[in-house]
């Protein structure tokens, strides 16, 4: 079983910058796919960016590209979200999302049904 526990949520105003992490334990951190998805109210969950297992490949969501960066720390199994250059629209509740190396590819990356553990989320506010 996957443990996903989220932190660095917060209230930044547009332009601003966050740091999001998600630390990942019960499993073998190495042979995990991990992703950030983010949910607006009233809203569709999306992906946002998704991490390979061996760290060299990344997606990201066409509204994110050139903002936000997805890396892996596999020393502390930790994922992170840097995300500069905040907008409004990036209001959301974010969440962590791992997929075991090996279990069947359901969807795209970015798709939210590959996935079987989820953080609880962290809320994300930014205001104009």
């Known amino acids: 079983q996957v443990q996903l526990v989220e932190s660095g949520g917060g209230s930044v105003q547009a332009g601003g910058s966050l740091r999001l992490a998600c630390a990942a334990s019960?499993?073998?951190?190495?042979?995990?796919?991990l992703g950030w998805f983010r949910q607006a109210p009233g809203k569709e969950r999306e992906g946002v960016a998704v991490v390979y297992t061996g760290g060299g490949r990344t997606v990201y969501a066409d509204s994110v590209k050139g903002r936000f960066t997805i890396s892996r720390d596999n020393d502390k199994n930790t994922v992170y979200l840097q995300m500069n250059s905040l907008k409004p629209e990036d209001t959301a509740m974010y969440y962590c999302?791992?997929?075991?190396?090996?279990?069947?590819?359901?969807?795209?990356?970015?798709?939210?049904?590959?996935?079987?553990?989820w953080g609880q989320g962290t809320q994300v506010t930014v205001s104009s």
């Open positions: 999302a791992a997929k075991i190396a090996g279990s069947t590819w359901s969807a795209g990356p970015l798709s939210q049904r590959p996935y079987n553990y």
């Open positions: 019960g499993y073998t951190y190495s042979s995990l796919y």
